[in-house]
């Protein structure tokens, strides 16, 4: 396989990245399918691959981190005194939704990748969350809901949404997918659980990069140039696609409902159940 092939393959992986991050349909699932397509993990060591997948949603994820960077920024000179406590209240919500995963995540991590990676497991959880969620929203209908703001989630919400979280270790099943639902459930709105979805990615994905990163080095991992290229290229776009991705959803969500990404999750399931037996 071509250097300019290998490029093109990190570029179509870190645009799916950030489209998929970010909307409830998966994005382990549209990665291990679309290389299915493109072969980018035949091509390099197994070891880097797994890293390059992490070092994408590190790429994703800082896109939150420069959109929402004033509001979750508790120092930012720009606010009051009970604003900066409210932001650090916040950050302490999203610390504890995220020990839920962090505990079973961590330890199993291996596990997961190694028994549940494959089409069948993918479709599987790609159909039955597409159900939940069309189901949940035409259980919700256009009612109010509880909780209308990140800032006033409870810590017993933080925490059972990180509960939710722990599902998302099934590929197929979506980390932003599992805690929306979870947190609609509750009685949390479509765009606070979008938001809080968005905030928990922040350490679940530094988390995630430094036990790649430790298990890369660990393994006697090294990087050639060229990898490195890879790794850059696919992170960034990662980065620029996600921007554009984050700010569409948060717009889509003042005036849709999920629906759709349940009826695409079950056309999606379909489609790999057919074609990757």
């Avoid at 889509?252 to 409902?257: D, G, N, T, W, Y």
Wanted: glycine letters at 10%; charged letters at 15%; a positive charge.
């Amino acid at each position: 396989m071509s250097a300019l092939y290998l490029l093109f393959a990190a570029i179509c992986l870190g645009v799916l990245e950030g489209v998929t991050e970010w909307l409830p349909v998966s994005s382990t699932g549209h990665l291990i399918l679309l290389d299915r397509v493109l072969g980018m993990e035949g091509a390099v060591s197994p070891a880097f691959y797994a890293f390059f997948l992490v070092a994408i949603q590190l790429g994703a994820v800082m896109a939150v981190v420069v959109l929402y960077f004033d509001r979750l920024n508790p120092w930012s000179k720009s606010k009051s005194l009970p604003e900066r406590k409210k932001t650090f209240s916040l950050w302490k919500r999203v610390l504890i939704g995220v020990l839920p995963a962090a505990l079973i995540g961590i330890p199993l991590d291996d596990f997961f990748e190694e028994h549940f990676y494959t089409a069948g497991v993918i479709a599987s959880a790609l159909i039955l969350y597409g159900v939940a969620l069309i189901l949940l929203e035409r259980r919700r209908g256009n009612g109010a809901f509880r909780v209308e703001s990140v800032f006033d989630l409870s810590y017993r919400d933080a925490v059972l949404i990180g509960c939710f979280q722990i599902l998302s270790l099934v590929p197929g099943t979506s980390r932003s997918g599992s805690t929306i639902l979870g947190g609609m459930l509750l009685g949390v709105s479509r765009s606070a659980s979008a938001e809080f979805s968005f905030f928990m990615a922040i350490p679940v994905m530094l988390g995630a990069s430094l036990v790649r990163g430790a298990k890369f080095v660990l393994a006697g991992g090294g990087m050639s140039g060229g990898e490195i290229s890879l790794l850059l290229i696919g992170m960034l776009t990662a980065f620029f696609v996600s921007l554009i991705t984050i700010r569409a959803l948060v717009n889509f969500v003042k005036r849709h409902s999920f629906k759709v990404f349940g009826v695409y999750r079950i056309f999606l399931g379909i489609l790999v159940l057919l074609f990757h037996p």
